[in-house]
């Protein structure tokens, strides 16, 4: 079989990183060019020691035709803002493929993007915005098969979509009064600098941060409302809005999202089970719990699965869903990966198993 | 000032360490006899090298005859079930004043124990619920001076309490569909052998834990029912029921709760910043952060604060509201001390600020 | 390719999880019977939820025929002491392979193991010592090829010994005043129950344990002085005597071994570098660091390598080597797998890499 | 009592931060000054909101005058470097007392400074060396006692000589091969931003650094030399010479030092521990462990004491001494505060215990 040529554009941020650890042992990927803005012309293995002895590559500059010319696929992960800049012209050449990590085109609307990421969005990316296709496979997988470019989800959007989304498919739950509590390590900030990341300043603490206007609530409004309502253009007024407040773990990888929804009816265990189970039949990186078992971050830790739990509250009508993920796995490159796989025909699992 | 003399029963747990560690630096109080039912005879230098040349004095079997004599007030920091089997026989002795940092005097109704702790509270405890006081000085500070037995509230009690109590008592919130999702380090756990509580098996991890039925739910349901409805006859049927999440977070002390609640109305920050600080104006351990301002664990670790922050998320009209407790000091013995200071006519923050 | 059958006993141990972990992504190897003794009758997905959708099977009592029967090869995860009573058994069938990875057949001398461990080796232990090979590839691959029971070394000694061993083979440095500071996370510990491996007894704290007794030692001894002496039968007198000091470090894997030898002559980090190059020049698994680079934990954590850094300090004539390992992959279970890989003939790093 | 006026140089580091929280509780001080070139006009408050309702001051300029006509003491915790600017202004005013916690005025001989800081002292730091007093109470305290200016000894240092000093003055050990073998947690690093420092770089990780040219190195050695040589003329040629190397352990305070020493002759644990009982006697600071027991990092956690364990290792030869502070406390502002107590003519624990 013919390896995929693959690049990064982004290689030295942790999710470059982690996509690098998966793709050296993917076995139908060969890696080709490494582009770093800050660290030009330093091996890999200067900057992240682990990679000693299993890459030996040189972090070069930008330069899309080159890109374009040996690479089948071009993965971005860059800061959003920063990818608009460059995806566009990532599409220069016609038979290349992209999945970009960062924000910038995962809102099918760009005055959400506007709103909620206080920049507008370029023209050329606003006119991407068309092929663009949310990467969440269990939600899109037909929809990625065929994509030229793929909006890479975000690390709380993955998680909470995928633990509430069969309760709202199957129209078991209100869609007033949806609140997520949402818990991420800290490499879901990145690799740059800032004094609140500081091992002191976070160690033996918890915080909750962006209580009301975390970027991450209108991508997870949007695919919500889209299972709940089942067609895109439904207008914002009618939309399901949700309460989100994430909150930063002292702990390297890892997001727990704590979902509260209104049941419309008393349902017992076992028919929520089998709700589950039948909405993520052919999902491979989907594992739901069986009552009372609930999943723990480190059941996913370096893996790509999101594990789901929940449990009926029978005295307050509600149900709890909790749902876990790694960030850099299953809520960046893991998933990633996965659509590539999708994109390229090949087995989901494949590299990432 | 003739010093209170003190005693502890259950001191070589983590409340029975970190009491004599706040009583060792209190102006007013003799450390008299210090019962251990695991290690008699061993000193308590040995169990805690902490205390060394700070403490020397050794751990004994419980001889209530001679507490009563040598002392003026008794700790009981035992675990729920076993604090009912010991705390009635203090009572021989009228004089002794006695504050129990179980759970077994917490509530008023006892089919709610029998209910939540799936035991039956014994008969003669029953009848002193009748003298015991919900130690929670921000809501019940004249109760508490005149108290004999006061029934120490617990941890997450204590954060969700104080964190919701002012909106409720102001009428500014629905009490339909009130969230508290708590998060507390291990310490909260006790000292008692638990593969679960290993370093290996909670580090880089997080989990939610005893999801609908915590024993502490209808501690909280009981106290925000007092401050909505105002009597404690009120029955079950029309009280405040809560949905409560806890979670175990991987550092040792400390709980943050995020608790959501709907607005009858719309309100400011302002508005709503001035009812908590009017709320908590006498009450030395409250502060309340100025939006978008939020506390964190850190900034309570180790000291007798509630910090208190909010925001109010006009979108949905929910107000959240995050509170942050170390849940060995506010949560266990250092609120034990702030309610002896108070049985006792002392400054409330006598030896704990 | 025909696959190797393999079977675990004590497979619910870190060690054996390990094994699991490892052997499920194994491309020559199919997972037969897993023997737990603490957990009979339950599934493994039911103990470790990380298995779930990726393993499926019950774990059994011990049955030494069967396990014969079914397996090419039985990794023996136990605890010393118990490892002695149950090897033995396996070989009464000729064609069976055993990797132990407890200390029960590391130490040629029997009498050491009575000295350090306490307890004698059983009769039908020690004469298996003869067939036993110590598994340290690095040093032994040769024995290894040919060996049916593999004595898989301690995850102290794996990181001290890879740590200076070129330097004692080329005699560069004295035998005298040997120091290894070794520094381990939890894991190390094993999964048994004990306060002081609770969270909240070793989270933000450090500690030296088993100060000069520790049972490592002789493990440690016997190999440097093969290396420096070369040969087995040198007696103690002779024999090279380290100082070790174990400590607890508040992470769940790894370990990092601070190794001060004295330098006879003076050397330059070059040919120091070179000497460790050449030493290990046909090692997959180790990875020498150009100074003043040094290797940390994590680089090397969930891997199979051994990262070995180097300082010379012409002040004081002494040359401080830094070796890290996983202390459950490199320091027992991956070490297992490479192990095996080379008795079946396969590439060292198959399944490892 | 009068209260001893104190105003703080560099209050928003760690250093900066920990002095203000010592002092809040120090029955004999009047904090006054509060100097920060960081953050001037902000409150005290903004920075670190553990002060809210404890201290409300605005941060200022650097004003020599004003502090100098409004304190009876200058604690200045800034950079080494930054130190030797401003400490000799503060002694125009002949009445004011100075410690500094710095690493300006350590070393008795300039080119010891200029050798290990690559930098050169300033002239008029150089004629204040003069003055300069090392400020460890446990060797110097007559001198403190009427010292101006006190040099606030490093962390690394205070660890290493309290724990060696007993031996070395009773000529016990070699000189020769001392080791020692230290780790601290993250805020000795202090608050300038780093990405190796941030949490997802440390956390989960373990790492030595500076090798074999850390800046404490020279001050160990000068205080060991003059502990067992007992004169400070004595020339760097005969001078006492350790290898030292520190490590960066994953937790907020605390640091261990594992010192290695060669004893002359054969002695027992109980004479060992006599002789640290009698250097030790007046110090209240200094605990000694009965072997077995060893000292850990969290029984000295936010506290002054320095907890001192060893074992003697027979077959080699060697004792271990195991040395354990608190690197913020009795490593920095602690023992700052101890020798202020010391100058002022006050009780050593005051506000300590």
Redesign the interface.
């Known amino acids: 079989m013919k390896k995929i040529k693959v690049s990064i554009i982004g290689a030295t941020g ?1 999710s470059g990183k982690e996509l690098i650890k998966i793709l050296l ?1 993917h076995p139908h990927v060969e890696l080709r060019h490494l582009v770093s803005a800050s660290y030009v012309g330093k091996n890999i293995n200067e900057i992240f ?2 990679f ?3 890459l030996d590559k040189e972090l070069i500059e930008l330069d899309i035709p080159m890109l374009a010319r040996d690479s089948d696929l071009v993965f971005t992960a860059l800061p959003h803002t920063v990818s608009m800049k460059i995806v566009p012209g990532l599409f220069t050449n016609k038979e290349l493929k992209v999945i970009d990590i960062s924000a910038d085109f995962r809102l099918t609307n760009p005055s959400d993007y506007s709103d909620w990421y206080q920049t507008e969005l370029s023209e050329e990316s606003k006119a991407l915005l068309q092929k663009a296709v949310y990467g969440l496979p269990e939600l899109h997988i037909e929809e990625i098969k065929n994509a030229l470019l793929v909006a890479n989800p975000g690390c709380y959007p993955t998680s909470a979509i995928l633990g509430v989304a069969p309760l709202l498919s199957n129209q078991l739950v209100s869609t007033e ?1 949806i ?1 997520v ?1 949402a ?1 991420s ?3 879901g900030a990145g ?1 740059k ?3 609140g ?13 962006k ?2 206007k975390h970027n991450h609530i209108p991508e997870i409004e949007q695919e919500l409302s889209l299972v709940y309502y089942g067609n895109k253009q439904k207008g914002r007024k009618d939309s399901i ?3 989100f ?1 994430p ?1 930063l ?6 997001i ?1 999202s ?1 979902c ?1 929804l ?1 049941l419309k009816d008393s349902f017992d265990d076992k028919e929520i089970f089998k709700v589950y189970e039948e909405f993520y039949h052919e999902a ?1 990186f989907v ?1 739901i ?1 069986t009552p ?8 996913v ?3 790509n ?1 999101c ?1 789901i739990g929940f ?6 009508g ?1 149900i ?1 869903v ?1 749902s876990v993920i790694d960030n850099l796995t299953k809520g960046a490159s893991g998933q990633a990966v996965q659509n590539m796989n999708i994109m390229f025909g090949l087995t989901q699992s494949d590299g990432l ?1």
């Not at 773990?249 to 890892?254: D, E, F």
């Not at 449990?311 to 307050?316: G, K, L, Q, W």
């Open positions: 942790y042992k020691p682990d000693l002895h299993q009064g609140i509590d818990k390590g800290t490499s690799r600098l800032s004094l990341l500081h091992f002191t300043e976070c160690n033996e603490s918890f915080k909750a941060y209580c009301v809005k949700i309460s407040t909150h773990l002292p702990i390297n990888r890892g727990l704590t509260y209104r491979p594992r719990f009372p078992a609930l999943p723990e971050i480190r059941f830790t370096e893996t699965y594990d449990a009926v509250d029978d005295r307050t509600i709890k909790i198993i």
